[in-house]
């Protein structure tokens, strides 16, 4: 069980950093031209806030478990 958790919580993780630092890289005009039709909903500072929060996301479910800091979050995340 212990492997199963660090397969999903890895995989989980690489696409929140995938998916956070497209954000954080990209200006909001291209990422809306590349299809994330939703950005044009919000300036450009909500656009990167969301990017930080999902490579905090990413953070938050590999940290606890490696530092074995309150382990039983990444089951929970």
């Given at each position: 069980m212990n492997i199963a958790l660090w397969i999903v919580a890895g995989l989980l993780a690489v696409g929140f950093?995938?998916?956070?630092?497209?954000?954080l890289t990209q200006s909001k005009e291209r990422l809306v031209a590349g299809g994330s039709w939703w950005a044009e909903d919000f300036g450009t500072?909500?656009?990167k806030t969301i990017g930080l929060l999902e490579?905090?996301?990413a953070v938050g479910l590999i940290l606890p478990a490696l530092l074995d800091i309150a382990p039983v979050l990444v089951g929970l995340a």
């Open positions: 950093v995938a998916s956070g630092g497209q954000k500072s909500g656009v490579v905090a996301g």
